[in-house]
């Protein structure tokens, strides 16, 4: 399921993330992401179980729903 934005805390986190489509990613936050990219699109994807937040330079940020320990989500 495509949403527009994702509000998620993991449990190994003291914090909560959230993204919104169109927000800048920045390198520095992320260590994976190799410049700073907009978000594309947020896919909440239930039957593989995972989170996919996509950029539009091909980069991807995975989360586990396993490692979720709160999801908020608007559509």
Do not use: A
């Not at 936050?29 to 950029?55: A, H, M, R």
């Amino acid at each position: 399921m495509k949403v527009n934005t994702l509000i998620i805390h993991t449990k190994n986190s003291k914090e909560s993330l959230t993204f919104k489509v169109g927000q800048t990613l920045t390198s520095d936050k992320f260590e994976l992401l190799t410049v700073d990219s907009p978000i594309n699109y947020i896919n909440i994807n239930t039957k593989t179980g995972f989170i996919e937040i996509k950029t539009n330079e091909d980069n991807f940020l995975w989360y586990s729903l396993n490692d979720i320990q709160f999801l908020s989500f608007n559509i």
